[in-house]
């Protein structure tokens, strides 16, 4: 039967409101239950991150929540520290080893090492004040494209002083470390080696040899840089040579750093006791089994599995952060933004 | 309804577009309200609707004070001047509408549509869009939905301004059937007097804002309260001349070396210096002269179709007279540049005092 | 253009006001609250200090100037594709139509990784061009710079403001138009002299929208851009520092403060300088039916070259799309095609038992529930506006255009600070991504709504009225159905925005709630990202857009009804 234009407008709306109360509806279950830990990590991790919450609230009963706030790991320590007085995570993952000063000096974090902590090689545990146990790590080392180098006639660069020859201008690269935490770990690695001001200096002479596309902002950038052949020599992490996106990367491997990362209680948390276990967890084989698979990178324990990085060169040697430098990564980042981009 | 709007004012930012306006029309009769663009008419037109909220005075129906009631509950019908047919319904929705807003049934929508169809012979068009129909017909539509629920007053404000010219004449006698048949009272505004005479019982003229004639449309025609009334409402003559001798109902005039008698009911005294508003239909051509005939020359003959225009220039200045029949073209035609005489009918004669302008 | 606007003599009752006044309220919950976090946290001593850095000053100079030749460039190549949308019809016009809005939507991060496959120097324009011109190299070197962020934002924004200006010269005058070529004036001096007037209002709305959008560029710079930094990455490293919070707020607050200034300017200057006042019926531009023979002619230019960029501006995500069916990303035509990244996609375990399946869900369900809620709030918003005065006009426009000038991080925590603690609590649920959504989303549907009713006849509303309709009936009766072809584009502009939408919604996501974009961004923020994968969640994301998009045309009957 024909609608009078009453009839019609009535209807239509019905049928907005219904949409408008139907979705909500749908969409109830996808809430999350009150969380009853909160784990603080940097996006980078998102899939570690998820991963362990998943497998530990399985295991435990215990619904734990992975947040990371598009946050960088720098950013997420400092959230930390922001909170402080009234904190809202439970754990942090991810702390990097050359940032964790900050956070134990603000008082942020609470002593606290797993049951299980010595089932890790004792060279391993970095936090020696016992606030943050150690999560994963992965090495920075120069990594160059075979094929571009043997193009060119260049030899292949071992250490950080090879890269400012001046046969290699143009051709290296390395992420910013504004924006990117391996931008982060390879500066520290040069402070580290050189301290701060020869480091600073020496990355001043680097910039003549930095290619054209500059300092790219995140990893998934520098990939694509590396894919199209917009520069020959890389400075970060050893998983380059195994990913099948960038086919001809090989290292000589003669030094790297040991980009190195903990995880820690929070201070006043609000599920303590879930935290600790959860810290527990992922220090035991199950949670460490997820590390490779998640994160390519190397777990801690020496028999938990690692696929992905089967076959990824490892460094003769490599060098672990100078705590003496202390926790100014903060000031690093600025200073390379002023001094180095010029920007 | 008798309708009746009392000292009505209204003021857009610093323009004052009615000022103390008062009107008022009998039950089932039309008023028309005649005036240039610009005037208010339309103002006022949407004063009495309660599209526009008055600064001042007030609007009656039926001695009820409708000032503070939304135009919705006023039981009005109201012909735009665009064609304000609503886009996206057909005819049918148009005219439907009314009743819709109103909670009407289907069923019962259905008859009236149908029925108001019928009224204004536009069976058939039912599912037409505006787009598809001609001015006429929308109009038609127009009209139709004005009318739809049971309306009390139709207001139109020019409704046949976006017309041609013959459509505007078929159209204007079909609306004064429609009110006829159905006794609705109505105000229609219009800045032609044609449209106005053909289809009033009653004339306000307004100019500026301000209504400066009311009252019955043939009053209005002979007896204009101002020139510029009288100039609005039809072609006029004018010119001065001197009051010699007062009578009663009348004055006799002294123009040039001849008088005339013309009825009057101003008020005026001996020596007063007058305007005298002739109309063209009133100067006639005479063939042998008389006392009341004076003396000119024809300058200019226009065949007008159903009648013959002459300009006749005279002692005093240059005269339009109308002669009614046109097969008299050429022989007026042939007396161009020829002396000529002329006499004044009394009753297309106005007078009025001279300030009075 | 039909006589008074019917708001000019409304009255000042409180009834026919509660639109204002709830649009008012919305508004104030959805964006003055978190805003005054923002406000509340910046300094004077602090403003002072940035205004008078000099590095602060080169970098939003770089911005500006970065924004104004994106938005002039973006306007140049618009201009004569809204004239082929508008003048011709064709078959497939819809299609086209709808395509060509799809780059707008694509989120930055894809767009990027398109930008490097046709413009990096072995993309496919250099080796095109290298092949045609047997060069020995690249000719066209241009990412990393200021002149990739403005190409970048140029294949952006080209498709909105050719949608915006195609409504502008539908509505030109063709009676104006025919009058001067009567009196003998050429094309050009009609343009010139006659069109360009009328066509002002739509070119300054355009102009004003991009380089808002351009002036706040964020995930672009910082893709393609190299070392040019621009104010809003500034600001993001702000916060990203200890103690740089008050700083950034400071950013934010400046930063918005020059958009106001920009868009009150340019909406000021459209009502006065550019209304326009006719004095009788106007009508619409004349539409052709497009032939060949066309083509000979001078239009002809105009037309060729329109189709030129409607094919470059495609290539992006055509580009896309090739990627994501494993095709080798830098080959226009792929060899070999495969769905194993598609599949791939749909089976990757996200963490938290979230999939790919779970994840569009989510989108849509959100898009869908803050296009309704948006839609309907612009409309009493938009009706509202156009009852005021013209000056209450546009300082109500400028102020609804708000949310757009501010900092989308910003807005991010100021939004989690206001709503996402308790007692809201609203952190970790639907709700607050929702609620960003909305607030991304309102001031373009608003505006977009306001234009339409706007040019709603006056006479039609006042017909209603008489007729014995209800304010409030005639509103959901007469003006809400003659405007409904734009309320579909507006609709599909808030559905689409939501949909692509990432800043806030990475900024909110938690396990259970994750949107396709963030899932796609987590493809690529691992160690080995996963490109193709990544390239078919994005495909998807767009199929979506382009269904939405069409969807709308349809159920509008013609065209897409987008106008500023």
């Known amino acids: 039967m024909p609608l009078t234009t009453r009839q019609k407008i009535l209807i239509i709306g019905s049928l907005v409101a219904i949409a408008m109360v139907l979705i909500p509806v749908c969409l109830w279950q996808q809430a999350t239950v009150k969380p009853q830990l909160v784990i603080y990590g940097p996006r980078g991790i998102s899939d570690l991150g998820y991963a362990a919450a998943q497998s530990f609230s399985k295991k435990y009963g215990i619904n734990a929540t992975f947040v990371h706030f598009g946050m960088g790991s720098i950013e997420i320590v400092q959230k930390a520290i922001e909170e402080s007085k ?156 195994v990913d099948p996106q960038t086919p001809h990367m090989k290292t000589k491997g003669t030094t790297g750093f040991m980009y190195r990362e903990g995880m820690a209680l929070v201070k006043g948390a609000k599920n303590a006791e879930a935290a600790k276990k959860f810290i527990e967890f992922m220090t035991s084989k199950e949670g460490q089994d997820l590390v490779d698979p998640n994160n390519y990178m190397y777990p801690i324990r020496d028999d938990a599995v690692v696929t992905n990085l089967k076959n990824a060169p490892r460094p003769l040697k490599t060098v672990t952060y100078n705590w003496a430098l202390g926790g100014r990564a903060d000031v690093w980042r600025e200073k390379w933004r002023t001094q180095i981009a010029g920007a | 309804m008798k309708v009746e709007a009392i000292d009505l004012s209204k003021r857009f930012d610093k323009f004052l577009a009615v000022n103390n306006a008062n009107l008022s029309i009998e039950s089932s009769k039309v008023l028309s309200v005649l005036g240039p663009s610009g005037c208010g008419k339309t103002t006022l037109l949407k004063l009495i609707a309660g599209l526009v909220p008055p600064d001042k005075g007030s609007v009656k129906f039926d001695g009820v004070d409708v000032t503070r009631t939304p135009p919705q509950k006023r039981g009005i019908g109201f012909v735009f001047q665009s064609l304000t047919l609503f886009p996206n319904l057909t005819v049918e929705g148009n005219v439907a509408f009314p009743l819709d807003a109103r909670g009407w049934s289907y069923e019962s929508i259905k008859t009236r549509v149908r029925e108001l169809l019928g009224l204004v012979r536009l069976e058939g068009l039912e599912k037409r869009y505006p787009r598809e129909l001609s001015g006429g017909q929308q109009q038609r539509v127009a009209i139709a939905r004005a009318l739809a629920a049971e309306t009390q007053l139709l207001l139109l404000d020019e409704p046949l301004a976006s017309l041609d010219a013959t459509l505007r004449g078929d159209l204007l006698a079909e609306i004064k059937n429609l009110q006829r048949n159905l006794g609705i009272t109505t105000i229609y505004v219009t800045h032609d007097q044609s449209e106005a005479f053909a289809i009033s019982d009653k004339i306000a003229v307004m100019f500026e ?17 101002t020139e510029r009334v009288a100039r609005f409402v039809g072609a006029t003559n ?16 002294k123009l040039g070396k001849n008088s005339i008698s013309i009825a009057t009911k101003l008020a005026l005294s001996i020596g007063q210096k007058v305007k005298i508003l002739v109309r063209p239909e009133g100067l006639l051509i005479e063939e042998s002269a008389s006392d009341l005939t004076f003396e000119g020359a024809i300058e200019n003959v226009l065949f007008r179709g159903d009648r013959v225009q002459l300009h006749v220039r005279t002692e005093f200045g240059l005269l339009e007279s109308l002669v009614r029949d046109p097969s008299r073209y050429s022989e007026l035609l042939g007396r161009r540049g020829r002396p000529v005489l002329l006499r004044m009918d009394p009753k297309f004669v106005i007078v009025l005092p001279e300030k009075d302008t | 253009m039909f006589g008074e606007r019917s708001g000019e003599h409304r009255s000042l009752a409180l009834r026919s006001n509660l639109p204002l006044l709830a649009a008012v309220t919305f508004f104030f919950f959805l964006f003055v609250v978190p805003l005054s976090q923002i406000i509340a946290g910046a300094s004077i001593a602090e403003l002072l200090e940035v205004i008078m850095d000099v590095r602060i000053q080169r970098i939003v100079t770089n911005t500006f100037i970065q924004a104004a030749l994106s938005s002039i460039i973006s306007l140049l190549l618009a201009t004569p594709v809204a004239y082929l949308f508008a003048k011709y019809t064709f078959p497939g016009a819809t299609l086209v139509r709808a395509l060509f809005l799809v780059p707008f939507f694509t989120p930055a991060f894809a767009f990027a990784e398109a930008l490097f496959i046709l413009f990096d120097p072995q993309g496919v324009i250099n080796r095109f061009l290298m092949h045609l011109f047997s060069l020995q190299t690249a000719p066209i070197s241009i990412l990393y710079s200021m002149n990739a962020v403005v190409l970048a934002h140029v294949f952006y924004y080209t498709p909105l403001a050719t ?45 004003a929208l991009v380089f808002v959008f351009s002036f706040l560029t964020f995930s672009t710079p910082l893709l393609v851009g190299g070392n040019f930094y621009t104010t809003e990455v500034e600001i993001y490293y702000y916060w990203s520092k200890l103690g740089g919070w008050t700083k950034a707020r400071t950013l934010s607050l400046l930063q918005l403060a020059f958009n106001m200034v920009f868009v009150t300017l340019v909406f000021w200057g459209r009502e006065r300088v550019f209304r326009t006042k006719t004095a009788g019926e106007t009508t619409q531009l004349r539409k052709e039916r497009f032939s060949l023979g066309l083509l000979n002619s001078r239009s002809g230019i105009i037309l060729i070259l329109s189709l030129v960029i409607v094919l470059l501006e495609v290539l992006p995500v055509y580009a896309i799309i090739v990627s994501s069916f494993g095709g080798e990303s830098l080959d226009l035509i792929p060899r070999t095609l495969t769905l194993s990244n598609f599949r791939e996609l749909f089976q990757y375990d996200f963490g938290g038992g979230i999939s790919f399946l779970n994840s569009m869900t989510l989108s849509v369900l959100i898009a869908t529930f803050v296009s309704l809620v948006t839609v309907f ?5 938009a009706y509202g506006l156009v009852h005021s005065s013209d000056r209450g006009r546009s300082a109500l426009g400028a102020i609804t255009s708000m949310p757009l000038a501010v900092s989308s991080t910003a807005m991010a925590l100021a939004l989690y600070a206001s709503y996402g603690v308790p007692p809201f609590s609203l952190y970790g649920r639907w709700e607050l991504i929702a609620l960003a959504h909305m607030l991304y989303t309102f001031p373009l549907t608003t505006r977009i709504i306001e234009s339409a009713l706007v040019k709603v006849n006056p006479d039609l509303v006042d017909a209603s009225l008489t007729l014995g309709a209800s304010r409030i009936y005639t509103f959901f009766a007469v003006e809400v159905p003659i405007i409904g072809k734009n309320l579909f584009a507006a609709s599909l502009v808030a559905f689409s925005s939501s949909l692509s939408e990432f800043t806030f919604s990475y900024i909110f996501s938690v396990a259970g709630i994750q949107t396709m974009p963030v899932l ?9 990202p996963l490109l193709g994968v990544a390239s078919a969640g994005t495909s998807i994301i767009l199929a ?7 969807a709308s045309a349809v159920l509008a009957k013609k065209g897409l009804g987008l106008t500023l």
């Open chain 1, 86 to 241: 009234d904190p809202k995570a439970d754990v942090i993952l991810a702390i990097p080893e050359f940032y964790a000063t900050p956070i134990i000096e603000k008082g942020v974090l609470e002593k606290y090492a797993p049951s299980n902590i010595r089932e890790i090689s004792e060279t391993k545990i970095w936090d020696r004040t016992g606030h943050v146990t150690p999560l994963d790590e992965a090495p920075i080392i120069i990594i160059y494209n075979s094929t571009m180098l043997e193009k060119l006639k260049l030899p292949a660069p071992e250490t950080l002083d090879d890269l400012t020859r001046p046969e290699y201008k143009g051709l290296v690269v390395y992420n910013s470390p504004v924006t990117s935490g391996t931008g982060l770990s390879v500066l520290t690695w040069v402070l580290t080696e050189k301290g701060e001001n020869e480091g600073f200096d020496y990355l001043l002479r680097l910039k003549a040899n930095i290619a054209p596309v500059g300092y790219p902002s995140g990893f998934s950038s520098l990939i694509t840089v590396l894919r199209t052949g917009r520069a020959a020599i890389v400075v970060s992490f050893n998983s380059h040579v």
């Open chain 2, 209 to 225: 804002g301000k209504i400066e004639a009311l009252g019955e449309t043939f009053e209005i025609y002979m007896n204009p309260p």
């Open chain 2, 238 to 253: 004018v010119l001065t001349g001197r009051v010699e001798k007062l009578e009663s109902g009348a004055v006799i005039l």
């Open chain 3, 163 to 207: 949608i915006l200006l195609e409504g502008g010269f539908s509505a030109l005058d063709q009676n104006l138009i025919d009058a001067s070529h009567i009196c003998g004036a050429s094309d050009l001096k009609t343009f010139r002299r006659i069109v360009a007037h009328q066509l002002a209002p739509a070119l300054a709305a355009a102009l």
């Open chain 3, 377 to 381: 709030a612009a409309l009493i918003t």
């Open chain 3, 520 to 528: 796609v961004t987590r493809l690529l923020d691992r160690t080995i």
């Open chain 3, 544 to 550: 979506l857009i382009f269904l939405a998009v069409t």
